[in-house]
């Protein structure tokens, strides 16, 4: 059996022994709507819970609007113009409207990459603004939510007199679901902030996993950051297996994304009756896969469909290795995953710990095995689990000793997948 993977920008073909049973998993997505800039425009008009955007904007002095960066691929390209025109319309200038990057702790775009994101002719004619969630004098504090998480957004949104953010719904490895509030927090939050809600507090608690708002103390947080910064209005899209507007959201950020999020999980769904016995999934590809510290999400999402003792395989290209400097240093330090769990509880949050945690957590009951080309020598030798220099290779080592007929599914588009085991089953790692 061959089979196309999402893998870097080109994708990778890759042939399956047989003797097993393969269940391929596909993204599954609603069609991609004909006219998107329609949809758009007829979302900002006729928004969920608002009055139009030209209303809400009139009278204003300013706005800020908050994208996501370069590992997102939100389609800015077709969400911003319209937004921008009912903006002037409403009497709001070009100096007047900033446009923010929502980097959260990731680097700040580069200056070809804020081009790739926006569009030349919009960089060139507004003020466009990274995040730097490491520099506490960029931001305003707003007292502690009531689970303790001291709240600092971004001075320079918080300044402006109308909040907007554009994202796309897509599952999400801790909140259930990202787009809305996650462009606040962690999007344009502080390092204090964003590292209190990546404590183990939230990123152990069983409901804070993808698929799942309902409960979920990580998106009750966010809405709570969110309403604290006066989130105003959102522009939320789903989006097809192509990458395609597939449904726009726009409107109140809390009312236009809970849509969104029943939409997305409506079309995305992906049942199993039973777990597999093991699963190849991947990074998804470009933007995704860019870095080790993505790819994870491959990872965890496979791991709601896996048996206990199971096997998972990764393939990612991490062309651009393994991720942050606080990343990098706790992934050459730990050897063993328990031990990893155990010294982070009680002490200071590091910055990126959480995904090395979501790692650790899949890793305690499943065997793991690594196809990462782009990841640098010196961090393969630290992965809990063997890596390989070719995806044949990993896929032979990978099957080896798995007994004739096992249960193997196969994710081509990694944490693009929302899958579940929903008959009584033994648990798997992470069943939910």
Known sequence: MRVRLAFGRTGLEADLPTGFEYRVLEARSATALNDPVEAIEHALDEPIG?????????????????????????????????????????????????????????????????????????????????????????????????RGVPIYIDERFLATDLHITLGFIEPHLMLGYSGGRKLIAPGLAGQDTIKALHSPQFMRDPRAVEGSIEGNPLHEELLEIASRAGHDFILDVALSRERRIAGVFAG????????????????????????????????????LDLTFYQSIKGITAAAHIVRQGGRILLVAACEEGAGSPEFRQLLKQWFEPEAFLNAIVGREVIVDQWQLEKLALVARKVALYFYVPGLPAEYQTHLWGPTFSSIQEAITAFTAGLPAGSQIAVIPEGPYVLAKVTAPATPGCGAT
């Open 50 to 146: 608002t009055p139009p955007l030209v209303e809400l904007a009139r009278g204003r002095r300013s706005a800020g609007i908050v994208v996501c960066d370069i590992t997102r691929p939100a389609p800015n390209r077709f969400t911003l113009p319209p937004l921008l025109d009912r903006l002037h319309a409403a009497g709001l200038a070009r100096e007047s409207i900033r446009i923010f990057i929502a980097t959260g702790l990731h680097r700040p775009a580069t200056d070809a990459e804020l081009e790739e994101i926006l569009g030349s002719d919009i960089v060139s004619r507004y003020p466009v603004f990274n995040h730097d969630a490491r520099r506490l004098e960029l931001h305003r504090y707003l007292g502690k939510t009531p």
């Open 252 to 287: 109140h950020p809390v009312e236009a994304h809970r849509r969104g999020v029943e939409f997305v999980s409506q079309v995305m769904l992906e049942r199993l009756d039973a777990p597999v016995d093991a699963v190849i999934t991947t990074g998804a590809g470009y933007p």
